[in-house]
């Protein structure tokens, strides 16, 4: 095992960009394409903020001194007094990977202030897929999380999956390889072990999707045919990503040990076997957890203080949102959508899965248990009624108990149905939040009337409630772990900074204002406060309104 060196995520940023963040240019060029005058300039680094001029010159940052003489020729000029101007934001988790090729525009994520966002969360990826017929199943399967738009499935490899994204969208997409498509491509879709053969291709094709720009390796072990992987295998399969500078991002296995701690501790260990970073998704302690956040949190420092390279993100919400899916058990799932489907229909496995679920509890059968679970994303007319539900109502109004409206409702809906549930609980959310090495991850999701509101209103919550009502952290700690210190993780040489050279993705927004105005109730309501977002050097959103501009492009390892 290669040896791991302690990161520590301020000192690498400093490292990684030097004194040229602290400096500005006093000359400046004759010629700006875009003009930012008046604001505070936060840079992303944890300095304090201060006045200054940015200029935008062929996509890339002049910083000027707030003295400085501006460009004789500004092509446009955006007067930002009385606002922070800042590096766009960037988004370590996002389930955006097939919905923003239906929707270009993306402006959940943009008109919060998000320039790059990272999708192939959860071992979800959709590259690579060798066998379109194997990409189309996984779509299915995966239909009530990440969507199933109406698009041409026409890539197999990473590179090729990356070139629809290059000036069609309106931010920067990273991709992480999930290893579900790698269980695919070398075991199929059943609950079998990893051998040597399957081992030596999975790792053929992260060397592959790492060459061609993948950023590293996702797991989400609770949704198969990624689940199944072994300690083992995952820590073979992140060997291979880190050996090619990649990271270890994982939704942990949550049933495992004492629910707890263990699941934790196994992401912990699998970076430490593989000497390679590892990122532990969506951290956040549950009001069901027999402890506190302190001793999730300790698990995070005391592996650092050992010298492992571990960080987390979460995010700024207390509703959850998955494919509704993920309430069977992983063994109905093996073999894929098809044999799934007929285990759905199939009575003698429904009486398996309602003795599985009477050994839950109590709550199995009484509607009231599931009053928690709000459903999401029907197509067809006679399920319409059912859009923002909870399984309670249908339980009531139907007379079924929840495992056969649960399995109805995923042959109805061919598995596209979502589902939104209580996730972090509010009273530890905020340890989370500004604890030091912790970083932003929306786990935006998008279908359905009324998804999480996590996926409109992240960014700004953690800007307007948590630094400016609640002093929960500073201003300039706040972007930084929105900037600089996610751009460090994913290995990103020109973004998350304002510094010379850099390449122009911004915000602008009103400290005083901004804030998220999602919530449960009303979650597809942008926020207020952001007022400019630009990438690569062009205006995406002006003055609140998306513009229809669509610079973005995939980002790629090593190239970025």
């Excluded at 700006?32 to 200054?52: Q, Y």
């Excluded at 949550?254 to 701690?261: F, I, K, Q, S, V």
């Excluded at 996610?486 to 602008?508: C, K, N, Q, T």
Aim: proline share 7%; glycine share 12%.
């Amino acid at each position: 095992m290669r040896e791991t060196t302690r990161i520590d995520l301020r000192r690498d940023i400093l490292v990684r960009y030097g004194r040229r963040m602290h400096t500005s240019n006093t000359g400046g060029p004759e010629h700006a394409d875009l003009l930012i005058t008046g604001g505070t300039v936060v840079d992303g680094t944890g300095a304090p903020g201060r006045p200054g001029t940015v200029a935008v010159v062929d996509g890339r940052i002049r910083l000027l001194d707030a003295a400085a003489p501006p460009p004789a020729h500004a092509a446009r000029t955006i007067d930002a007094t009385g606002r922070v101007v800042a590096p766009g934001f960037i988004d370590l988790h996002s389930h955006g990977g097939l919905v923003i090729l239906a929707d270009p525009r993306h402006e959940p994520k943009v008109r919060q202030g998000v320039t790059t966002e990272v999708v192939g969360v959860d071992g979800n990826g959709f590259a690579p897929f060798l066998r379109r017929e194997d990409l189309e199943a996984f779509v299915n399967l995966d239909s009530g999380l990440d969507g199933r738009p109406a698009i041409n499935y026409d890539w197999s490899s990473v590179d090729s999956y990356l070139d629809r994204y290059d000036g069609t969208v309106s931010l920067n997409v990273a991709t992480l390889i999930g290893n579900s498509p790698l269980r695919i491509a070398a075991l199929g879709w059943d609950d079998v072990p990893a051998d040597a053969a399957a081992l030596d291709r999975m790792r053929g094709l992260i060397r592959d999707g790492m060459a061609e720009g993948a950023f590293g390796l996702s797991s989400g072990l609770d949704y198969p045919p990624g689940g199944y992987a072994t300690t083992d295998e995952l820590v073979a399969l992140t060997e291979e990503a880190g050996r090619h500078g990649g990271f270890y991002h994982t939704h942990v296995r949550y049933p495992l040990g004492d629910r707890y701690l263990d699941p934790f501790r196994e992401a912990i260990e699998i970076g430490r076997r593989a000497g390679a970073p590892a990122h532990i998704t969506h951290f956040y302690h549950r009001q069901t957890h027999p402890g506190g956040p302190e001793p999730m949190l300790e698990l995070v420092d005391n592996a650092r203080a050992e010298g492992l390279d571990v960080t987390f993100d979460c995010y700024p919400s207390e509703w959850a949102a998955t494919r509704l899916l993920i309430q069977l058990p992983q063994w109905i799932q093996a073999g894929g959508p098809g044999p799934l489907k007929e285990r759905l229909a199939d009575r003698e496995t429904r009486d398996r899965l309602r003795a599985e679920f009477k050994a839950r509890g109590a709550a199995y059968a009484s509607p009231a248990g599931w009053a928690d679970v709000r459903l999401a994303a029907f197509h067809r007319p006679e399920n319409l009624r059912w859009e923002s539900r909870t399984i309670a109502d249908v339980m009531t109004e139907t007379g079924h108990d929840a495992l056969d409206v649960i399995c109805d409702l995923l042959l109805a809906e061919d598995l596209g149905v979502g589902q939104v549930t209580s996730g972090p609980w509010s009273e530890t959310l905020r340890d989370f939040v500004k604890h030091p090495v912790g970083m932003v991850g929306t786990d935006s999701t998008f279908l359905g009337a009324k998804p999480s509101p996590r996926t409109y209103g992240s960014f700004p919550r953690i800007l307007g409630q948590f630094v400016r009502d609640e002093a929960l952290l500073s201003l300039e700690e706040a972007i930084r772990k929105m900037t600089s210190a996610p751009a460090v993780r994913l290995g990103l040489r020109d973004r998350g900074v304002i510094r010379d050279g850099a390449v122009a993705d911004l915000v602008v927004f009103d400290p005083a204002t901004v804030r998220s105005t999602a919530t449960y109730d009303e979650p597809r309501s942008y926020p207020v406060g952001i007022e400019q977002v630009i990438v690569a050097g062009t205006l995406v959103v002006a003055d609140g309104a998306h513009t229809g501009a669509t610079p973005g492009r995939a980002l790629r390892h090593g190239r970025d």
